[in-house]
């Protein structure tokens, strides 16, 4: 075996921590450094781009919020370039359609992972055509692509002839959410009771984590179960009419907000029930997280989630039809009956440490540079 080191180029859309970016970052923390050598391009600046710096990681951005933007591309191939990389690894479609053409030119292998299709079934036609083929030649340009769970690459074979993937779960650094490790008290930070029933959601306020909804339930569930206290983690277009709203519920005594933080081990440890009301997922990152931490689960029967949960085993799954109502009827099932939260939580916990451990995802990912880069593994 060669002393020869690989230079890995990780690339993603944006520097703000969300899914793929804290795929991203346990990927790059659980590298065999003695093989592999990553260097990462981000779209956007952020906190994530703040921390692969202080861990030591080359890290670039080239700030574009474009798909296909072929304005940058050859800022791409030059940086691809100038850092000697011999092999790329793009996470998401967005980075994707931004690096592919410098990777052709240059010769590369090309990985892709699809963290979450871009097109789905609540798009405006025209819009989910535009989307359907633009996945389709990103598929097609990559030498290997990824999917994160079973359910994401079963939507590809649907929708594209002869598609392809490797399915490589996502993992969570286990020794990172652990519940049995010590953490800071943020319920006392935060002026939260001991004993009100702590509902978490931590995602980007968009769309498709639907937290306008998750207000609305929650309001409902309310004057039933008065023990509920909300603390919603995130940022994003749908934050300021999530604020509007709980104004307009009356419920802001209720509700917490908080900017996404970087200490979401201690933040899971908080809470009682965690919350992911998706209208679509590839693999969410964010619930294996609470699921590692042995948290009562509701989530949504869409791609990804609906692989992880099992209802009433592991945690609580929904449907997207009538969500409010199904989730203020879920939040007030978990709200009464402490057995059963400890029931899910303890069973969530064990589906991590079978499945979805970081070190297994990052052997995998190697394994698939090293075949590509000529190496016998």
């Known amino acids: 075996m060669s002393n020869q080191k690989f230079r890995i180029l990780e690339t993603i859309r944006q520097g703000q921590i969300g899914g793929g970016e804290s795929h991203l970052l346990s990927l790059v923390e659980n590298l065999d450094r003695s093989r592999f050598e990553p260097v990462v391009l981000s779209f956007t600046d952020g906190p994530m781009v703040d921390r692969l710096k202080q861990m030591g990681i080359t890290t670039e951005v080239i700030y574009t ?19 000697q990389i011999q092999l790329v690894h793009a996470h998401g479609t967005r980075a994707n359609s931004n690096v592919f053409w410098a990777t052709r030119k240059l010769k590369l292998p090309l990985v892709y992972t699809i963290h979450g299709w871009s097109f789905h079934d609540d798009q405006q036609a025209l819009l989910r055509k535009v989307r359907v083929m633009g996945e389709q030649l990103l598929t097609k340009k990559s030498d290997v692509n990824i999917s994160v769970s079973a359910s994401n690459q079963q939507t590809g074979k649907r929708y594209f002839n002869n598609f392809n993937s490797v399915v490589v779960n996502n993992g969570i650094d286990q020794r990172k959410f652990d519940p049995g490790r010590s953490f800071k008290n943020i319920r006392q930070e935060l002026g ?54 709980v104004r307009e519920l009356g419920i802001e005594d209720k509700v917490i907000f908080q900017p996404f933080r970087q200490d979401v081990p201690d933040v899971l440890a908080a809470a009682d029930i965690f919350v992911l009301p998706s209208l679509w997922e590839g693999l969410p990152i964010g619930l294996l997280e609470a699921m590692a931490m042995g948290k009562a689960i509701i989530g949504t029967q869409v791609d990804g989630t609906s692989e992880v949960i099992r209802h009433e085993h592991n945690g609580l799954l929904i449907s997207t039809d009538g969500l409010e109502v199904n989730l203020a009827a879920a939040l007030g099932v978990l709200a009464e009956d402490v057995s059963l939260r400890e029931k899910l939580g303890a069973a969530a916990q064990a589906t991590i440490s079978a499945t979805y451990s970081a070190a297994n995802m990052t052997r995998e990912i190697e394994a698939i540079y090293l075949k590509l880069l000529g190496q016998n593994t």
């Open 65 to 83: 919020e474009k798909p296909f933007d072929i304005s940058k591309w050859k800022r791409v191939k030059q940086f691809i370039q100038q850092q």
């Open 192 to 245: 939260i009771a001991d004993n009100a029933v702590l509902v978490l959601f931590v995602a980007r306020f968009i769309h498709q984590k639907q937290p306008l909804k998750l207000l609305e339930a929650f309001a409902k569930a309310l004057p039933h179960h008065p023990q509920l206290q909300l603390l919603m983690v995130g940022d994003g277009d749908e934050k300021p009419a999530a604020l509007q709203l």
